[in-house]
């Protein structure tokens, strides 16, 4: 099911959101553009030239990696910045000022081909909308892997971030001269 889909959702249309910078940039384009829709505003600054813009359905992994792909192109072919919308739907459960999994903890990549296993104020999201089980579905029908690949490929990402998070936690503070090393990617010559 896609965005479009979703948002008419009666259980989950409320709950579709922008992520929280996609909310800031809406609240600061009506305060110069009142009663205008995210589409209408990104239509605009496209038609104007201001930006490139385009919407996709977040819960599209592959939409949303030939998009990001196409716009890194395009900014480093010279053609300037580009603005990505990509609609999604929020983890049931999840608000912006108290993020919990509480209603089902973390998400298990055994309810790709089994969502009748996730907890119940989550089953429905997890058939529909989460874009990890969505792609995993979509790999495991193709043929692309097995699920037995998909469950090792699980393990050893869980594995990696934790080695991050860990290794994260037991650095000292960057100096301010560090701290922002790597936010930009170095120009082009």
Same mark, same amino acid.
């Given at each position: ?8 959702? %009666?259980? *989950?249309?409320?709950?579709?959101r ?17 009663k205008? /829709?995210?589409k209408?505003?990104?239509? @605009?600054l ?12 977040? /819960?599209d !992994?592959?939409q949303?990696?030939? /998009?990001?792909r196409?716009?890194?192109?395009a900014?480093?072919?010279? &053609? ?6 990509s609609?999604?739907?929020?983890w049931?459960?999840? *608000?912006? #000022? ?5 209603? #089902?903890g ?7 081909w089994?969502?009748e296993? @996730?907890?119940e104020? !989550? ?9 990890l089980?969505?792609? #995993?579905?979509?790999l ?5 892997? /097995?699920?037995?690949?998909?469950? &090792? ?5 869980? @594995? ?12 000292p503070?960057? #100096?301010?001269?560090?701290?922002? &090393?790597?936010?930009?990617? %170095?120009?082009?010559?």
């Amino acid at each position: 099911m896609g965005i479009e889909e979703l948002e008419k959702d %009666p259980e *989950y249309g409320d709950n579709v959101r922008r992520n929280f910078h996609g909310e800031k940039i809406q609240s600061v384009l009506d305060l110069i553009f009142p009663k205008k /829709t995210s589409k209408e505003w990104l239509a @605009a600054l496209n038609d104007a030239d201001i930006l490139a813009t385009e919407v996709v359905d977040g /819960t599209d !992994v592959e939409q949303v990696l030939d /998009t990001t792909r196409r716009a890194v192109a395009a900014a480093r072919d010279g &053609q300037g910045p580009n603005f990505i919308e990509s609609r999604t739907s929020r983890w049931p459960g999840n *608000y912006a #000022s108290s993020p919990t999994l509480s209603l #089902s903890g973390a998400t298990q990549l055994t309810w790709t081909w089994a969502p009748e296993t @996730a907890p119940e104020p !989550v089953r429905r999201w997890v058939e529909r909308s989460d874009p990890l089980l969505l792609f #995993s579905r979509r790999l495991l029908e193709s043929g692309a892997v /097995t699920r037995d690949d998909l469950l &090792q490929t699980d393990v050893d990402v869980r @594995a990696e971030m934790r080695g991050a998070v860990e290794f994260a936690q037991a650095s000292p503070e960057p #100096s301010p001269e560090e701290a922002a &090393q790597f936010v930009l990617a %170095p120009a082009r010559n």
